[in-house]
């Protein structure tokens, strides 16, 4: 086959695409935008961690809004290469879309007050976010796995379910503790949270499904969905404090879109054929680690209460990890299950006696 069998180029863009949507050229004007983000990225960083001087609105605002709008076009961009995916980047290019639709209208109407009201109609643009994030990370799934492997399938529920015991310690239950705002307030802020974990515990466990092998486009996935939380947490417990410093951490969602940007192009997603047995400690690693976490929960509820949503968690991460070592066990090969074939000739019948 010549070169254009194997692969197309795009007229006018000199984006090389094989015939699986992999890049395997990029033109020389994403590699410049990339850099162009990268450097934008950095002087907000710089600036709302006070290295360097310079007017806030410009690094807050008008940068940190054009790298959001700029992350959007390139996931939506990037739908537009994807023969195999693409529905998936539509939803992450949606996703992104109603992110930076909010953030853009919050500062145009918003950003030059010194006391904001909170929450505003760009909450519910932000909001959005999750559930088209969810859609797009659904449609991967289904791209990369074409059969349902129950062990796989289980230490991703594991593993979500262990984020959620964690998050809801760490996170929504001191958010509850320190809530003194009105009850619609106090529940945007605890939307936040709740969806980001339940978000971080749904990529981490599509690591499962992975095998814990995640390639590049599933690593950067997750650190975009990571900095939007840790941002989002950090938001959300200073609010309920009523202690906002607002433009400290700004740049942290600036760098997951720009990761989430990143994922869509570093590589296309591929189906997954690996069916080699999971042995050793990683078949058990899973459960060991649910049954260490059950047991430090009912250690510290010796010393300290434990609310009724870690307990039923803990049950349940209990229960997912009885039924992987289930699932996990070693299975007789059937070499050693079958009975034994004869060696020799036939067996002689009850008439056949030999002197």
């Not at 990225?41 to 709008?69: F, K, N």
């Amino acid at each position: 086959m010549n070169e254009m069998d194997t692969s197309r180029v795009r007229v006018g863009t000199r984006l090389r695409v094989d015939a699986q949507g992999e890049v395997t050229a990029w033109p020389s004007w994403l590699l410049t935008v990339w850099v162009v983000l990268v450097a934008l990225t950095a002087l907000e960083a710089l600036d709302e961690l006070q290295w360097i001087g310079g007017p806030s609105a410009l690094y807050q605002r008008w940068i940190h809004d054009l790298v959001l709008a700029a992350a959007a076009l390139l996931v939506f961009a990037r739908a537009a290469f994807e023969p195999v995916a693409r529905r998936a980047w539509l939803a992450f290019g949606f996703a992104m879309t109603s992110w930076c639709a909010g953030t853009i209208s919050w500062s145009a109407v918003y950003g030059s007050q010194s006391n904001p009201p909170y929450p505003t109609f760009a909450d519910a643009l932000w909001l959005l976010w999750y559930p088209f994030m969810v859609v797009g990370l659904v449609f991967l799934v289904r791209v990369r796995f074409r059969k349902f492997e129950v062990h796989r399938w289980m230490d991703g529920i594991g593993v979500m379910l262990m984020v959620l015991v964690v998050g809801f310690g760490l996170v929504v239950q001191p958010l509850a503790d320190k809530a003194s705002q009105s009850w619609v307030a106090t529940a945007v802020d605890f939307s936040y949270p709740v969806l980001d974990i339940l978000l971080i515990g749904a990529i981490l466990g599509v690591y499962g499904l992975l095998g814990w092998r995640p390639d590049s486009m599933w690593i950067f996935i997750g650190l975009g969905i990571a900095a939007c939380a840790g941002a989002d947490a950090a938001f959300a417990v200073q609010q309920a404090r009523g202690v906002v410093e607002s433009g400290h951490y700004d740049f942290v969602w600036t760098m997951g879109a720009v990761f989430i940007a990143y994922a869509a192009w570093v590589r296309s997603p591929t189906v997954h054929d690996d069916d080699r047995q999971v042995a050793g400690m990683r078949a058990i690693a899973l459960a060991l680690l649910a049954q260490a976490l059950a047991i430090a929960i009912q250690l510290i509820a010796i010393f300290k209460e434990v609310g009724k949503s870690e307990r039923v968690v803990t049950a349940l991460v209990l229960v997912v990890a009885s039924v992987q070592i289930v699932l996990t066990r070693p299975k007789a090969s059937a070499e050693r299950s079958a009975p034994a074939a004869p060696t020799g000739g036939p067996l002689p019948g009850p008439g056949d006696h030999t002197e």
